[in-house]
């Protein structure tokens, strides 16, 4: 056990529709990143927050959204799904901003669009 | 922008064997950092191991080891005594040393069977 909690661990939903993913980083960690591990595309980092801001951004795409709240929780909201979405989301936390800090990695979500 | 290729999709090895995954990586930069993930059947990532480029002692972690070859931008993953819970998925990821660039970058996995 990691430490880092995603809820739900299953979602399933139509075309078109809009999800919220959940993800509680280790208890003292500052900084959240959300992953996408998708048959095609592999595992392609999506967004890193630090401390409620957002730090970096990566292959995500514009009807996808993130936010870190006060608490250090992260929702990744996803919107206007389309089936080439289904994918297992992954959220990881690490300590701060140092690169020696280790991301670790909650269980994922598993989002299936039909 | 950095890329990780893992040429093998799938490697298979006798319980108590040893096996190699090999991974190569393209980047610019001098500082950075290189890790093995294992990704079993619950599809929970686990870190196997990391290296940091600056050391040139290779890392290992129990039956767990890695031939880092900087110049030759290859990072293998040797597994001894393989175990029947070593079965999995295997990434290769390589992690900028720049504090803006903190994001993994995976190569596509090597699916590893351990044969009883």
Not at chain 1, 27 to 48: A, E, N, P, T
Not at chain 2, 10 to 21: K, N, R
């Amino acid at each position: 056990d990691s430490g880092v909690t995603q809820t739900p661990k299953h979602l399933i939903t139509a075309t078109g529709q809009r999800v919220t993913l959940r993800c509680s980083p280790r208890s003292g960690d500052l900084s959240v990143y959300w992953y996408q591990q998708s048959l095609d595309q592999g595992l392609q980092f999506l967004i890193q927050y630090y401390n409620g801001e957002e730090r970096a951004k990566g292959n995500i795409l514009e009807r996808f959204s993130a936010q870190q709240f006060p608490d250090l929780h992260s929702e990744l909201n996803l919107s206007s799904l389309e089936l080439g979405d289904s994918a297992l989301y992954f959220c990881a936390s690490s300590v701060g901003l140092g690169t020696s800090h280790e991301q670790y990695f909650g269980p994922g979500t598993r989002l299936t669009v039909t | 922008a950095q890329t990780v290729t893992q040429s093998q999709p799938e490697m298979s090895v006798q319980e108590a064997e040893t096996v190699t995954l090999s991974c190569t990586y393209d980047t610019s930069e001098s500082d950075y950092y290189l890790f093995w993930y294992k990704q079993p059947p619950s599809r929970q990532m686990i870190l196997v191991i990391r290296q940091e480029a600056y050391k040139q002692q290779n890392a290992t972690e129990n039956r767990f080891s890695v031939n880092f070859q900087k110049a030759a931008k290859s990072f293998s993953l040797k597994i001894s005594d393989s175990q029947l819970g070593d079965a999995a998925m295997y990434f290769c990821a390589y992690r900028s040393a720049n504090q803006g660039a903190q994001k993994l970058v995976f190569g596509q996995g090597t699916r590893l069977t351990i044969n009883p």
